[in-house]
């Protein structure tokens, strides 16, 4: 699932042998059976090649000679089904065909690609024990051909034989560990984007209850100074409490739809620049005048600036009900060209910290869609909170 809308996002992990070889596979794929043919026919046609060139031959080729090599090269379609066996098979044809004085030939390097496969399907530390195996089964077979007749082709077939071996086993092993990094990196990269979508949707619901607790705070404190000298306030300010808790539930409500949704984008649904307004007139019920000043010819945003620059206005203003003591506050947007300026200042004598009443949580937000925020006490007195965000619409809207 996409990881934007909060569903868990699965990286593929290594199966049975080790580096995504499948677990439940019980038949090779049809990619190995294809290429197991061709590479047949290779050492077939090569090892009678090699028979005629080798006079010093102990053994002419013959049908025993052709089953051996054949033995050697058929283990490779089961390289991903099951590596080991395979390798340890086609090490024992090699074996057997070195040591009843076959000519060297195309043998060797079928092992050395079944070898290969093998290292490069199993984690380092389960590969090295069959490694070790394999490389006792050849130098047996090639020290009994040494044994039997210990000319110069033997000799050189004994020193030079387990590096049909070494040489691809490291090959292998290089080749499995860099996949294993990029799985690894794959997971990495999951785990992180469904941990950025949980921030993000906790900084979502933070923003939509914590707005709506604040008006209900503001109002509730209300109701109980004027309930019994103005009953007629008192039941106002109930009237606000009930309206500003089923919007919160709204909104909550609408903010997991959107983000439960699979496909959907990231703000449909959900509020924007268009619902200041609303927003400024809601908080002005809770006893603090706003006012919206726009300045500059209004441009096209993405749907993400739009949500963020709404939700950084709301959080501003949520936090002037809750620590700010003010009676104004003054929302300015500035348009430039490319570049969408917000500015939230009160006249309250309330100072929340650097990173505190959500101004973290906000400056997260700004980064998000690639902005910026400040926030500290005015020079005048009061505190302003200023965002830059970018403007303009991109190529191609993020998931």
Known sequence: MNASNGAAVTAPRPGAYGRGVDQCRRRPPALDILLTVPLMVFVLAGTAGAASGQDDALR???????????????????RRVAPVPAAVASATAVAVYTASGYAFGPVLIALAIVTASMAASLPLSRSIPPGVLLLAIVTTGLVVRFAREPDDSATVGLIVGPTWLVVPFAIGVVVGQRHEVRLRTRREEADRAVDAERLRIAAEVHDVAGHGLAVIAM??????????????????????????????????????????????PLTPGLPGLADLPALAERIGRAGVAVDLTTTGQAGAVSPAVDHAAYRIVQESLTNVLRHADAHRVRVTTTWTPGELRLAVADDGTG??????????????????VGGTLTAGPAAGGGFTVTAVLPAGLPAQEPR
């Not at 080729?61 to 490779?76: K, M, N, R, T």
């Not at 100072?351 to 998000?368: K, L, W």
């Open 60 to 78: 002419g080729i013959d049908v025993g000679g052709f089953l051996l090599a054949s033995l050697a090269a058929l283990p490779f379609v089961f």
């Open 219 to 264: 109002q509730a404190g209300v109701a109980l100074h004027v309930l019994d000298r103005k009953p007629e306030q008192a039941r106002i300010a109930l009237e606000e409490i009930r309206a500003a808790s089923t919007e919160a539930l709204d909104g909550l409500r609408t903010t997991l739809d959107t983000l439960r949704a699979a496909d959907a």
């Open 351 to 368: 100072t929340p910290g650097p990173e505190g009443g959500g101004i973290g949580g906000m400056r997260a937000r700004a980064a998000a």
